[in-house]
């Protein structure tokens, strides 16, 4: 989980996210937030490279994933993150 985090945080930053943000690790509940420019990057960047594939892995890596896009000019807060994620959020279950 460790080396895909690193290699999906690299490439979030050339890919032109502004802002990345993560809290968790191997075994834990992990948490990733990023902000991005516009719609485009966010779409380019989730379909290639590292973050393509740790989503074709992630039945192996997780036993669900909640997912939130929500605009905005700055990350919140964890803890404010994830209220909006449990209530806005879409959960996938494997």
Same mark, same amino acid.
């Given at each position: ?6 290699? #999906?945080?690299?490439? &979030? %930053?050339?890919?032109?996210? /502004? @802002?990345?943000?993560? +809290? ?17 990057? #966010?779409?380019?960047? &989730? %379909?290639?490279?590292?973050? /393509? @594939?740790?989503?074709? +892995? ?37």
């Amino acid at each position: 989980m460790a080396m895909y985090v690193m290699k #999906i945080k690299r490439q &979030s %930053k050339k890919a032109g996210a /502004l @802002e990345v943000a993560s +809290k968790g690790g191997f075994g834990t509940i992990h948490y990733t937030m990023s902000l991005w420019p516009n719609e485009e990057s #966010i779409e380019s960047f &989730s %379909k290639s490279d590292a973050h /393509l @594939e740790a989503l074709k +892995k992630s039945r192996q890596l997780a036993e669900e994933i909640q997912v939130l896009t929500m605009d905005g000019k700055a990350l919140p807060a964890l803890e404010e993150a994830k209220v909006l994620l449990e209530k806005e959020g879409r959960t996938i279950r494997y």
